[in-house]
């Protein structure tokens, strides 16, 4: 073989599929991490429970902002399941750990709820506080180390190439969603909603939204079931709370069990008040859906949270309140929930 063939053979080699930038990751995550790398099971059993909504037919329907918001618009979410938990501190801390010995970057180390201390080992009473003091950024980046640690496909990429670093903003905001991935991420806003509102007749057993200006947990038109009783609000208490302990009755020397509160009728805890929930969608006025996931508009300047919290500045906690923040915003009353993609 003469050398300019030779160097055209390499060439054609080298450039082969198998050793494209996007084949060589993909070979990375799907390979099972190391043991020094691993994150702890019980870690994930404890603060992870996930609940499904699923339908035959693969998806459901329903009006979005209903009794709140002057524009509403019809709604489709496919198969989908969301932790019935917010993502506790215990267990960010687990992914982050690991998740930087993977060249993982994170702008900001996180928070034990509103109190607690920033980026060092979570204390055995502040386990199960939500994570806070963390960007929208640093909740996709996030989201991805959890994936490749429990080796499945990570969601978020820009360019073809998995978002690692929270702080490429520019990265983090062309971001595109893989929906058909199956890993971790953020629940789209429509997801959110309607997790907060579905709602079952004790007579008939059937489902149906609540309305969109009620409180997550309480029964429609229930006179009965105030805030007190489903929600960590600022009416009832002056910091964020360990999670899934709403409407439990407690001392200050004995706190609550994590998920011995009052779930909403699907199972979820603390849809609305204790913590702010980041949602994946840019900021926008209703309109139509285009095509079959609700993702929200390709562009913005601002993403959508939800759920008000147990701080006097987000005092709006209905199920169809809207919150929007820069994603490179961080207060100790936001954290984030997560969602996933739902089995057929």
């Given at each position: 073989m003469?050398?300019?063939?030779f160097?055209?053979?390499?060439?054609?080699?080298?450039?082969?599929?198998?050793?494209?930038?996007?084949?060589?990751?993909?070979?990375?995550?799907?390979?099972?991490?190391?043991?020094?790398?691993?994150i702890?099971e019980?870690?994930?059993?404890?603060?992870?429970?996930?609940?499904?909504?699923?339908w035959?037919?693969?998806?459901?329907s329903?009006?979005i902002?209903?009794?709140?918001?002057?524009?509403t618009a019809?709604?489709?979410?496919?198969?989908?399941?969301?932790?019935?938990?917010?993502?506790?501190?215990?267990?960010?801390?687990?992914?982050?750990?690991?998740?930087?010995?993977?060249?993982?970057?994170?702008?900001?180390?996180?928070?034990?709820?509103?109190?607690?201390?920033?980026?060092?080992a979570?204390?055995?009473?502040?386990?199960?506080q939500s994570?806070?003091?963390i960007?929208?950024y640093?909740?996709i980046?996030?989201?991805?180390?959890?994936?490749e640690l429990?080796?499945l496909?990570?969601?978020?990429?820009?360019?073809g190439?998995v978002?690692r670093d929270?702080?490429d903003?520019?990265?983090?905001?062309?971001?595109?969603?893989?929906?058909?991935?199956?890993g971790y991420?953020?629940?789209?806003e429509a997801?959110?909603?309607?997790?907060?509102?579905?709602?079952?007749?004790?007579?008939?057993?059937?489902?149906?939204?609540?309305?969109?200006?009620?409180?997550?947990?309480?029964l429609?038109?229930s006179?009965e079931?105030?805030?007190?009783?489903?929600?960590?609000t600022?009416?009832?208490?002056t910091?964020?709370m360990?999670v899934g302990?709403?409407?439990?009755?407690?001392?200050?020397d004995?706190p609550?069990?994590m998920g011995s509160?009052?779930?909403n009728?699907s199972?979820?805890?603390?849809?609305?008040?204790?913590?702010m929930e980041?949602?994946w969608?840019?900021?926008?006025d209703?309109t139509?859906?285009q095509?079959?996931?609700?993702?929200?508009?390709e562009?913005?300047?601002?993403?959508?949270?939800?759920?008000g919290s147990?701080s006097?500045y987000t005092p709006?906690?209905?199920?169809?309140?809207?919150?929007s923040?820069?994603?490179?915003?961080?207060?100790?009353?936001?954290?984030f929930?997560l969602a996933?993609k739902?089995e057929?």
């Open positions: 003469n050398k300019t063939a160097l055209l053979a390499l060439a054609l080699f080298f450039t082969h599929p198998f050793f494209s930038q996007d084949a060589q990751w993909n070979e990375k995550w799907q390979k099972k991490p190391s043991q020094q790398s691993s702890s019980k870690i994930v059993e404890r603060n992870y429970k996930p609940v499904s909504f699923s035959k037919k693969g998806s459901a329903f009006e902002g209903t009794g709140v918001q002057s524009i019809e709604r489709s979410v496919q198969n989908f399941e969301m932790n019935a938990y917010e993502t506790t501190y215990e267990l960010w801390y687990e992914v982050l750990t690991k998740a930087r010995k993977l060249g993982y970057n994170f702008q900001n180390p996180g928070q034990e709820g509103s109190m607690g201390r920033r980026g060092k979570p204390k055995p009473n502040l386990a199960g994570v806070t003091n960007s929208w640093d909740a980046v996030w989201c991805n180390a959890f994936s429990s080796n496909t990570p969601c978020y990429t820009y360019k190439q978002i929270s702080s903003t520019s990265a983090c905001d062309l971001a595109t969603c893989n929906w058909n991935a199956n991420r953020l629940p789209t997801e959110w909603e309607f997790a907060s509102r579905l709602n079952k007749n004790p007579e008939t057993g059937e489902n149906f939204m609540n309305s969109g200006n009620t409180i997550s947990g309480q429609q038109f006179t079931e105030g805030p007190d009783l489903v929600a960590w600022s009416d009832n208490t910091r964020s360990t302990t709403a409407g439990t009755v407690f001392q200050e004995a609550p069990a509160g009052k779930p009728e199972g979820i805890f603390d849809m609305s008040g204790n913590m980041y949602c969608d840019w900021f926008a209703y139509l859906q095509g079959t996931v609700a993702a929200g508009p562009f913005g300047s601002k993403r959508i949270s939800r759920g147990w006097i709006f906690y209905y199920c169809a309140d809207r919150y923040y820069d994603p490179n915003e961080y207060y100790n009353y936001m954290g929930r996933k739902g057929l």
